[in-house]
């Protein structure tokens, strides 16, 4: 799913492209996509783009008029631009016709999860915000008490976008990773000094990401959006070596997701299983890098 950095990048790419620039059509080939009805996406034609703006990992395209045409991207839609007029392709769910280029959205996958919303005013794009606290928008003490308001785990509770914003599955792991906690930690059962530590590695992930995204999005527009980097240090990187202390990267697979981590520099060594194969393996789960290793050659 395009977080933070991704989303950043594509706002950038669409601010030198779209802004001040009449929308003229809106196609939609897929009929999962459009989630409103009032007011009609046809009020938006004709009307020039004056404001791109974030929201989540939403992104908020505002018009004349005070309409707001909301787009969500969900984890596997994705944005591409071309110049002129370009046919629609069968993989295309809309394509947004400019006066200048096409705005092309593609979602890879058979469930087709990406929506389309066209609101009225500020209160009506206020309705779809999920809230969450934007990290560069407070301070150690703000980030604290939201993170502290509920008792969850780390990695839930950084991919809440009711409690963050903008952060998902891929960036919770590099931010965990960086900060040296278990993504299975309890949020109530932090001192101090590690939510200091969680919370300047939350900035300096995203802030890191974002700039190489925008130093890319400067020269033409992201294509090439993934929640799998090679240079990432743990996301995605079962099995290879850590990137500090050289233990294999471990992880844990639940429904679509993934949560990757370093046994010995996040988990004290120890090994972490989702719950059903805990309850499967029960006394046989290894506990430790060395003990599966042993397993595996046994």
Known sequence: MPEYPDIVAYL???ETRVVNQKLLQLRITSPFLLRSAVPPVSSLFGKRVIELRRMGKRICFGF???LWLVLHLMIAGRLHWREGKPKTSKIDLAAFEFENGTLTLTEAGSRKRASLRVVQGEAGLQELDPGGLE???SDLAQFSKVLRSSNHTLKRALSDPHLFSGIGNAYSDEILFYARLSPFALTQKLDDEEVARLFEATRSTLTDWSDRFLAAASDSFPEKVTAFRPEMAVHGKYKEPCPRCGTRIQRIRYASNETNYCPTCQTGGRLLADRSLSL????DWPRTPEEL??????
């Open 293 to 298: 290793e042993e397993r595996k050659k046994s």
């Open 280 to 283: 499967l393996l029960k006394k």
């Open 12 to 14: 950038k790419a669409l």
């Open 135 to 137: 990290i560069f928008e």
């Open 64 to 66: 004349e008029g005070e």
